[in-house]
């Protein structure tokens, strides 16, 4: 039962099938599985890192190694505001320290650390996720009084804030998350949580990033899972992140962001629990997040989890906060990660990446606190077992397609051959892929009880193998093509060959079995009760 509960206790299992059972009782979210969209089909394996705190550049170097070794194919970096333009607006020179001891300060180029972490992560092969947030007390009248999360008095600093940073990495950074949990404290400042003041935030954001790189893509803030409904200032304060969500696009929020971004812990339950129970914080919380985008018209575009972990935090009273995110032990620990990452790939086609908290902290000086327990390697890099756990299972797994509809530059397809990019190059769904000489081949695993292909504008034909067997050969007129088709969810091989004027994808479409709809089965309870009813006033008459 653990595999539908995520609990792991009998009694938490029989309460867990039990509301399990009455979900279909409820409306549930609407997914649009099968709507198509950019930035979904990428690796899911991110991972938060706080490399800024790193002094020495041999540590961030063997962070991010050990990253790369682990099979992490992204890093969700901050680039605080408050360190980066420091002292006063355009000055980008930090003189806060004294770094030779000589009784005076040392001027450094501010972004230089910045400069290296990014050259560091590409060298490695990751992509950088850059976290904008965090202004320094000059923007605000009221300098860090009002808490050192509080946005600045004139947005106009923002966007140069912004637009400097994207101008600086475009090339080498195209992904910029701006601010994180907006819907709780403190992370809008000592006041109450804003979701149109945000919305005003992440529209300015949105402008700047596009006007210094039209193909950066703008994520919105992470937002914290919370069903509070007092806006705060103070500690248990904000703002459900469903009322949060809804005003965010009741202000016009759909324009300002590429990417809708959530945080997603294992609190009370691992990553298993598929109860649908909006007032209680689970793994399956993304989802009403997702119906929420569906109902504003945005199904076309994806979720990626900001941050994500259960908490193995020691039963030591010292610590303050043991609780506050669940406890699990460092074995649940280890198994749930992987877990909730196979879930992801394959029940959430809407999904792109899913950010492990944390990698590593710079020192042990937050061991007295809960949120340090998140970590996945000790400050003196000695792995915690979820380390080894992960880098078992993401090094080692095969990329499935699984039900959903399945962009042509998807991870989990390998193009062999001569091949050409179609249309945009972007990433966005105007784009295919193109053979361009006859043996040209795609490469695939799927998961479901069909595959369709859709395939570009240009006429050709294509050669398909499934499992090994024979081919046979397809003609195709830029309509859609069933490849595979079946009534049970199966796994299969399948290679797509190209012949006489090759072929080109534009997505591959993997469909579960039929199952009945929550109307037809609460149609066939009440027909059956109807049924028994007159079967009842019959026998009595007789």
């Not at 002094?55 to 505001?81: H, T, Y």
């Not at 930090?94 to 230089?112: F, I, Q, T, Y």
């Not at 691992?270 to 909006?278: A, C, K, S, Y």
């Not at 506050?324 to 394959?346: F, K, S």
Request: aromatic content about 10%; proline content about 7%; hydrophobic content about 35%.
């Amino acid at each position: 039962m653990v595999e539908r509960t995520g609990e792991e206790e009998l009694p938490g299992q029989v309460r867990g099938i039990a509301q399990r059972a009455t979900d279909f009782l409820h409306p549930q979210p609407d997914t649009a599985r099968y709507t198509p969209m950019p930035h979904a089909g990428v690796s899911p394996f991110g991972i938060n890192v706080f490399l800024h705190q790193e002094v020495e550049e041999q540590k961030r170097e063997k962070s991010l190694q050990m990253i790369a070794d682990a099979g992490f194919d992204w890093v969700r970096q901050e680039f605080p505001w408050e360190d980066i333009e420091i002292h006063g607006k355009g000055d980008f020179v930090d003189r806060r320290n004294d770094l030779d001891g000589d009784g005076e300060v040392d001027p450094v180029d501010a972004w230089a650390k910045y400069d290296n972490i990014v050259n560091l992560a590409e060298d490695h092969d990751l992509d950088v996720i850059a976290r904008l947030s965090n202004p320094p007390a000059w923007t605000r009248e009221l300098t860090n009084t009002i808490g050192t999360y509080a946005p600045p008095d004139d947005l106009s600093d923002w966007g140069d804030y912004v637009h400097n940073v994207v101008s600086r990495y475009k090339g080498q950074i195209r992904y910029y998350q701006l601010w994180n949990e907006p819907n709780v404290y403190p992370e809008w400042g000592e006041r109450p949580v804003d979701p149109e003041g945000y919305t005003e935030l992440l529209c300015e954001g949105y402008r700047r990033a596009k006007e210094a790189d039209p193909n950066a893509v703008i994520i919105s803030g992470a937002l914290a899972p919370t069903v509070d409904l007092n806006p705060g200032p103070g500690p248990g304060r904000g703002m459900s992140d469903f009322v949060f969500l809804q005003r965010m696009y009741d202000a016009g929020a759909g324009g300002c962001f590429d990417i809708l971004s959530v945080n997603d812990y294992m609190l009370w339950s691992g990553p298993t629990d598929h109860r649908m129970r909006p007032l209680n914080i689970n793994f399956s919380r993304p989802i009403y997040i997702r119906g929420i985008m569906v109902a504003n018209g945005e199904a076309d575009k994806p979720i990626w989890i900001g941050e994500m972990n259960s908490n193995a935090v020691p039963n030591d009273p010292g610590i303050e906060g043991v609780g506050n995110y669940g406890q699990v032990t460092l074995e649940e620990q280890a198994r749930y990660a992987p877990l909730a990452y196979q879930r992801m790939q394959e029940e959430w086609p809407w999904l792109g990446v899913a950010n492990f908290w944390f990698f590593k902290r710079a020192d042990d000086r937050e061991r007295n606190q809960a949120m340090y327990y998140f970590r996945m390697v000790e400050p003196d890099f000695t792995p915690m077992p979820v380390y080894s756990a992960m880098k078992t299972y993401a090094t080692t797994l095969s990329p499935v397609l699984y039900p959903g509809t399945h962009q042509e530059d998807h991870w989990a397809l390998t193009y062999a051959g001569p091949w050409e990019v179609a249309g945009s190059e972007s990433g966005a769904l105007s784009g295919a892929r193109r053979a361009i000489e006859e043996g040209a081949a795609l490469r695939l695993t799927f998961e479901g009880a069909s595959l369709t292909l859709v395939p570009g504008p240009d006429e050709g034909a294509v050669e398909v193998r499934v499992d090994g067997g024979a081919s046979r050969r397809i003609s195709l007129e830029g309509e859609p093509v069933r490849l595979v088709r079946g009534w049970r969810r199966q796994r299969h091989e399948v290679v797509l060959t190209g012949v006489e004027d090759g072929f080109s994808v534009d997505a591959l479409i993997v469909r579960s079995p039929w199952r009945p709809s929550r109307g037809l089965v609460l149609a066939g309870v009440g027909l059956v009760f109807v049924v028994v009813w007159l079967s009842t006033c019959i026998w009595r008459r007789r």
